[in-house]
């Protein structure tokens, strides 16, 4: 009998709006993917095991990490990235409008999983506490700023994703 | 890190994905959420040449009523089990716990089945499931069998299931009359896993100031989810009262065994179960009167 299941896959996934069609080894870490075989390097990779939440993307909107799902496993579905974010060339996202105002990063690594993350969390907590947000980025790390404005970014984020 | 060569595969149906196991079971690894599976592959402590990936399959997914039970299918996401009203109200014990389960976008891809199939003994769902003595259904080719999880919970991530058996139900029974639970754990951060965790049950005599039966399921404290038996069975009859639970406390720190690590010595972990069992005991029958209040 020949053996069951392939190395390499075809895939069809939608990332930030485009449609992809790729063939892809069934190892490579979707991660991986989005910024080697597709160029969006806003994915950060910082632990590859699933603790650090660097790599977060949105998964048909769920929050996921990108390291610990399989290329393949994309296959039919929608992606959204940071690089997805920003309405347009000329204009923020309210998160990273409220990101740089507030000084919610230092060096950037894991600001756009905190995106990410936050994109998904705000969507369903419009008006949150300082302490669901708390735990809302508890799974993403942050070596720098010790949390203190990527909190009250993410406040002030709720607060003008309200107004408009 | 990332993980070595593999075969993949994407079965349509739990029939082919059955069948394709039972050819490959020796090689094979079914991939469910993946939260666990994918970073021992990234850090290859796992090289199964064949992965069978389960999440086509939505027949797995699901929660649903059955008699005396709530019924979670295997691939049935933690997300999905946080959210569920019926959850909610019939597993309450499982609703507290399930929030203790990673981070949110762990809990967006994590299963009930492959954290039960993983059986990592600081795990939230087995603890769970062997404190309200549920189930687990194993489905294989050869046929489909109820595994009591006392007996499914071997040691460290072994469990009963054969190679070619697959996770496909977890069963959590109903709560008894005027009975209440509580879920406490202490963990380095929140979402880490569990240094040590309990759940606890406690049902009351018809006056609320009685226990009647109580259960303690502790997590990191061995390696598999561990009833404190020699408590459970002191707590029959005893009234509800501060003293209880303290004597209950002392018991549990002279039965449990845990073993010390990096993360918490054996002395803390053992100290820590007895803190933990009082206060869960407490609320668990506090929550017995509210429930019957309202």
């Known amino acids: 009998m020949t053996a069951v299941g392939t190395e390499h896959r075809v895939i069809r996934v939608v990332v930030n709006g485009v449609p992809y069609e790729r063939e892809v080894e069934a190892r490579l870490l979707l991660s991986d993917f989005l910024r080697h075989e597709l160029g969006?390097?806003?994915?950060?990779?910082?632990?590859?095991?699933?603790?650090?939440?660097?790599c977060t993307v949105l998964f048909d909107g769920e929050p996921v990490?990108?390291?610990?799902?399989?290329?393949?496993?994309?296959?039919?579905?929608?992606?959204?990235?940071?690089?997805?974010?920003?309405?347009?060339?000329?204009?923020?996202?309210p998160l990273q409008r409220a990101f740089w105002e507030k000084h919610g990063l230092q060096c950037g690594y894991c600001t756009s999983g905190m995106l990410m993350v936050l994109k998904a969390f705000l969507a369903e907590h419009p008006n949150p506490t300082e302490e669901e947000i708390r735990e809302a980025i508890s799974g993403n790390l942050c070596r720098c700023t010790g949390y203190q404005n990527i909190v009250e970014a993410a406040l002030y984020a709720a607060q003008l994703m309200r107004q408009s | 890190m990332k993980p070595p060569r593999f075969r993949y595969y994407a079965p349509h149906s739990l029939e082919e994905a059955l069948a394709v196991l039972a050819e490959t079971a020796d090689e094979a690894k079914p991939l469910a959420g993946g939260q666990s599976l994918i970073p021992m592959l990234n850090m290859r402590l796992a090289r199964p040449?064949?992965?069978?990936?389960?999440?086509?399959l939505h027949e797995l997914s699901g929660i649903e009523l059955d008699s005396g039970a709530i019924v979670v299918r295997a691939m049935t996401r933690h997300r999905t089990v946080e959210r569920s009203p019926l959850v909610a109200e019939h597993a309450p014990l499982l609703a507290e716990a399930i929030r203790w389960v990673g981070h949110l976008p762990i809990r967006t891809r994590g299963t009930v089945g492959g954290s039960v199939a993983h059986a990592d003994p600081?795990?939230?769902?087995?603890?769970?499931?062997v404190a309200l003595d549920g189930t687990v259904q194993l489905t294989?080719?050869?046929?489909?069998?109820?595994?009591?999880?006392?007996?499914?919970?071997?040691d460290l991530l072994t469990t009963a299931a054969e190679p070619d058996e697959l996770v496909t139900e977890v069963r959590f029974p109903f709560l008894p009359a005027r009975t209440g639970t509580a879920w406490l754990e202490v963990a380095r951060r929140h979402g880490d896993y569990a240094l040590v965790g309990v759940g606890a049950v406690v049902s009351l005599a018809e006056d609320f100031t009685t226990i009647t039966e109580a259960r303690l399921s502790f997590i990191g404290v061995g390696g598999r989810p561990v009833r404190a038996r020699l408590a459970e069975s002191a707590l029959r009859g005893q009234p509800v009262a501060a003293e209880t639970w303290r004597a209950a406390a002392a018991t549990v720190r002279g039965e449990i065994d845990p073993a010390g690590d990096i993360h918490a010595s054996a002395e803390y972990r053992r100290y820590v179960a007895g803190v933990l069992a009082e206060r869960a005991l407490a609320l668990a029958a506090e929550r017995a009167r509210e429930g019957a209040r309202r």
């Open chain 1, 40 to 54: 969006l390097t806003g994915t950060h990779v910082g632990c590859e095991h699933g603790v650090c939440g660097a």
């Open chain 1, 65 to 93: 990490r990108s390291c610990l799902l399989l290329a393949v496993q994309a296959d039919g579905h929608v992606i959204e990235t940071v690089e997805g974010l920003a309405p347009s060339e000329a204009e923020l996202h």
């Open chain 2, 49 to 56: 040449s064949l992965l069978i990936d389960l999440n086509g």
């Open chain 2, 122 to 129: 600081a795990a939230e769902l087995p603890g769970v499931l």
């Open chain 2, 140 to 154: 294989s080719q050869r046929g489909q069998r109820l595994v009591p999880a006392q007996d499914f919970f071997v």
